[in-house]
């Protein structure tokens, strides 16, 4: 059955090539769409003959008259599935329009089938995403949740390895058929978007990590090369069927951290991060404020301290990374110990500044 929304894009499509009047009726004869707005909702009895008769149904000049709503013009059926779908038809002098007809019947024929296919690839889209979420929430699965898989087709009974990306950029679905076409290794592995700027894959059996690196970097280099998109990825270890859940939330540690460089993380590489995941984000603010809110809105403070970080404490080397006097480094770090009350020089100070400055950066 024709629907008003698709035969309004007919209408539209195919005014840009043909420039004819045009009408888009269901199989009762009630016009659904036109060029003619005026058109809409009313009755033409040409489209319902067309329908009965299942064939073109030419309307002229003389014969016009005795039938309701009608203009002078050819009528085809849209066939669907072997079914009749609607009419479509071309007003004008039949023996005029007669060279547009049959094109214009194939072109709705086409757009109607390309429409169905997309909006059914969309519903298996959804019903995976769906699907998936509950499958990395949760352990316990229901006779529910495992019939639908069987109608997916997902395989429960293999070893799954979650890797999650991040995309710099939307993702939309065009984007996550292509990777599905390029990167599917087998009919095992699945692909789901997740949010506007996410993808899930779940990788099928266990493979080497030298392996899911090289399968990673690959991905990232077709964002990079085809979209010009920068793609994080976070991967988390090997898991039992009824242990994704736990793959899942170590490939999200594993993002945290490699959104930050823009890189591919494994979770079992995480050491010091693996910790500071769990911690709640209160804690974490409370952290900054005990410790470095005295000098969080001076810049300049904030860099030499992290540039200090970063050169493993060895003032020369940091004076010479921030373009400054070696003078004017010790006057700032003295400057932060006071405002802060920390030595610069204390292990344990030092791992107070470091830990700051990572729940600041978050």
Same mark, same amino acid.
């Given at each position: 059955?024709?629907?008003?929304?698709?035969a309004?894009s007919?209408?539209?499509?195919? +005014?840009?090539?043909?420039?004819e009047?045009?009408?888009?009726?269901?199989?009762?004869?009630?016009?659904i769409?036109?060029?003619?707005?005026?058109r809409?909702?009313?009755?033409?009895?040409g489209?319902?003959?067309?329908t009965?008769?299942?064939?073109?149904f030419?309307?002229?000049?003389e014969?016009?008259a005795?039938l309701?709503g009608? !203009?002078?013009?050819i009528?085809?059926?849209?066939?669907?599935?072997? %079914?009749?779908?609607? @009419?479509?038809g071309i007003?004008?002098?039949p023996e005029?329009v007669s060279a547009?007809?049959?094109?214009l !019947?194939r072109?709705?024929?086409?757009?109607m +089938?390309e429409?169905? *296919?997309?909006?059914?690839l &969309?519903?298996?889209?959804?019903?995976?995403?769906?699907? @998936?979420?509950?499958w990395?929430?949760?352990?316990?699965?229901s006779?529910?949740?495992?019939? /639908?898989a069987e109608?997916i087709g997902?395989d429960?009974? =293999?070893?799954?390895?979650?890797l999650?990306?991040?995309?710099?950029?939307v993702?939309?679905?065009?984007?996550?058929k292509?990777l599905?076409?390029?990167?599917?290794?087998?009919?095992?592995d699945?692909?789901?978007r997740?949010?506007?700027?996410?993808f899930? =894959?779940? /990788?099928?059996?266990q493979?080497?990590?030298?392996r899911?690196l090289?399968?990673?970097?690959?991905?990232?280099?077709?964002f990079?090369?085809? *979209? %010009?998109?920068?793609a994080?990825?976070? =991967?988390? /270890?090997?898991?039992?069927?009824?242990? @994704?859940? %736990?793959?899942?939330?170590?490939?999200?540690r594993?993002?945290?951290?490699?959104k930050k460089?823009?890189?591919?993380?494994f979770?079992d590489d995480l050491?010091? &991060?693996?910790?500071?995941k769990?911690?709640?984000?209160?804690?974490?603010?409370e952290?900054i404020?005990?410790?470095?809110?005295?000098?969080?809105n001076?810049? &300049?403070l904030?860099?030499?301290?992290?540039?200090?970080l970063?050169?493993? /404490?060895?003032f020369k080397?940091?004076?010479?990374?921030?373009h400054?006097? =070696?003078?004017?480094?010790?006057y700032?770090?003295?400057? @932060?110990?006071?405002?802060t009350?920390l030595?610069?020089?204390?292990?344990?100070d030092l791992?107070?500044?470091h830990?700051?400055?990572?729940f600041?950066?978050?």
């Amino acid at each position: 059955m024709m629907i008003a929304s698709l035969a309004d894009s007919i209408i539209s499509e195919i +005014n840009h090539l043909i420039h004819e009047d045009l009408i888009v009726a269901d199989t009762s004869g009630m016009i659904i769409a036109s060029t003619d707005k005026n058109r809409v909702n009313t009755f033409h009895e040409g489209a319902l003959i067309c329908t009965q008769k299942k064939q073109k149904f030419i309307i002229t000049q003389e014969n016009q008259a005795p039938l309701k709503g009608v !203009k002078a013009g050819i009528n085809l059926p849209i066939l669907f599935q072997n %079914q009749i779908a609607g @009419v479509i038809g071309i007003t004008g002098n039949p023996e005029r329009v007669s060279a547009y007809a049959e094109i214009l !019947k194939r072109m709705t024929e086409l757009m109607m +089938n390309e429409r169905y *296919y997309s909006e059914q690839l &969309e519903w298996q889209a959804r019903a995976l995403e769906a699907f @998936v979420f509950d499958w990395v929430q949760k352990s316990d699965w229901s006779e529910e949740f495992i019939h /639908q898989a069987e109608l997916i087709g997902i395989d429960l009974s =293999i070893e799954r390895q979650v890797l999650i990306g991040h995309c710099s950029d939307v993702m939309n679905n065009k984007m996550l058929k292509d990777l599905m076409e390029n990167f599917s290794q087998d009919n095992k592995d699945v692909f789901v978007r997740w949010g506007n700027d996410r993808f899930i =894959i779940l /990788q099928a059996d266990q493979k080497t990590k030298e392996r899911t690196l090289h399968f990673a970097k690959q991905i990232s280099r077709h964002f990079k090369t085809r *979209y %010009q998109v920068n793609a994080s990825i976070g =991967i988390g /270890q090997p898991a039992s069927p009824r242990m @994704v859940h %736990q793959s899942f939330h170590e490939a999200e540690r594993a993002l945290s951290t490699a959104k930050k460089s823009g890189a591919i993380i494994f979770d079992d590489d995480l050491r010091l &991060e693996m910790l500071l995941k769990d911690i709640k984000k209160e804690t974490k603010v409370e952290f900054i404020r005990r410790t470095i809110s005295q000098v969080m809105n001076d810049q &300049e403070l904030i860099k030499t301290v992290k540039t200090f970080l970063r050169q493993n /404490q060895a003032f020369k080397a940091t004076a010479d990374a921030l373009h400054i006097h =070696i003078n004017t480094l010790h006057y700032r770090i003295k400057r @932060v110990e006071e405002l802060t009350g920390l030595n610069l020089r204390h292990t344990e100070d030092l791992l107070i500044f470091h830990l700051a400055f990572l729940f600041l950066d978050e």
